[in-house]
């Protein structure tokens, strides 16, 4: 390492920045790693040693992080650079070694052409109320997407917005709407306390990092039930799945009730995908596209839910898509190749007919 282990952290962020990598790994006996276009690259340097991990964990933590990553043995928290902003640090222990997986929060807000987002995402943003659910694995863009949305609300509406977020990655300033982003460990101790509590801060919109457990999820249903706008996020595959989630996360006996709020409020799901490019220099979004009509609410009510894929194929004109035909669009227009579609898709068989036709 080079003498000071702040400014060594500080290269490997500028780095990061320069090769346009979404995050960084920083393992023991290997060298610093980067997520670029996807995949992971190598740094030409020297591997990090235990030493050095440990050394710079205890530089870049405050005393109190320090003290709950050894308690817990695992934090996550927000960390601000002076040259390449806002950035996500996850901590873990390895064979009782410290090691870093850092993710480069976006420094500013892409325009959803950039984004490739469908337009109906903008259509969700301008409602008053309802929940709007943003699903997918980890690293496809969900809180970029949900940024978005803050960011349209924020400079179109005179309104008051609360993010709950683990941790804070994009710090919104006030334009029409007010912004009230709470981190969570740091600003509040989880999800559902700080969510039940902002039911009573005057809220208009309420943007939920992740529902975790079901009493944060019974209380975003809740909120969107009386007249907010809620968005958040699941780790779901599919659109389907996300409301498949919501409901079996609750007992048998709740379910037929949990299933007639869903149908009232759910207005939509986008589900998503980072896929790499034909090139393989970048990622374009691929995503599954739920959009609420009469037939979705009568499918939710009836717990019918094998009945989703035929509503979304039916319901094209109001902005619904599967994911099958996302992917089959980013091959016909040469974005994507062949076995990367095939890839990322969970229906192989519907994606194979898509592209006969």
């Known amino acids: 390492m080079i003498n000071s282990p702040k400014e060594h952290f500080s290269a490997l962020l500028k780095a990061a920045r320069r090769h346009n990598a979404s995050d960084i790994h920083l393992i023991a006996k290997l060298p610093p790693a980067y ?64 090691e870093m997986a850092i993710r480069m929060c976006n420094t500013e807000i892409l325009t959803s052409e950039t984004l490739l987002l469908p337009p109906i995402v903008d259509e969700w943003a301008r ?31 005179k309104c008051k917005i609360i993010t709950i ?88 006996s709740r379910q037929p009730q949990v299933m007639m709020q869903l149908s009232d409020i759910l207005q939509g799901v986008i589900a998503q995908r980072l896929v790499p490019t034909f090139d393989k220099k970048s990622r374009v979004l691929a995503c599954e596209v739920l959009v609420t009509n009469s037939a979705v609410k009568n499918i939710i009510r009836e717990g019918r839910f094998h009945h989703f894929m035929n509503a979304m194929m039916t319901a094209r004109d109001k902005g619904s898509q599967t994911m099958e035909e996302s992917l089959a669009n980013h091959y016909r227009a040469g974005t994507i190749s062949l076995d990367t579609a095939m890839a990322h898709t969970i229906r192989p068989e519907v994606l194979e007919g898509l592209l006969k036709m």
Do not use: W
């Open 165 to 252: 977020e683990d941790p804070v990655e994009y710090e919104h300033s006030h334009r029409k709407s007010i912004v009230v982003q709470i981190e969570v460990t740091t600003d509040t101790n989880s999800f559902s306390s700080c969510l039940r509590h902002s039911l009573r801060l005057d809220p208009d919109v309420i943007c939920i990092g992740e529902m975790r457990d079901v009493e944060t999820i019974e209380t975003a249903l809740i909120a969107a039930e009386t007249g907010h706008l809620v968005l958040a996020t699941l780790h779901t595959p599919s659109a389907p799945g996300a409301v498949e989630r919501i409901v079996t996360v609750f007992e048998g």
């Open 127 to 157: 409602l008053p109320s309802g929940l709007i659910l943003v699903t997918g694995p980890t690293g496809v863009g969900k809180t970029t997407t949900l940024n978005y949305m803050i960011d349209m609300i924020n400079v179109t509406r």
């Open 35 to 98: 997520r670029v276009g996807g995949e992971i690259v190598m740094a030409a340097a020297d591997p990090i040693s235990r030493e050095d991990l440990i050394t710079l964990a205890k530089s870049i933590l405050t005393p109190q992080q320090l003290a709950r990553f050894e308690e817990a043995r695992e934090l996550c928290v927000s960390y601000h650079h002076e040259e390449c902003g806002r950035i996500r640090l996850s901590l873990y222990h390895r064979l009782n070694v410290p």
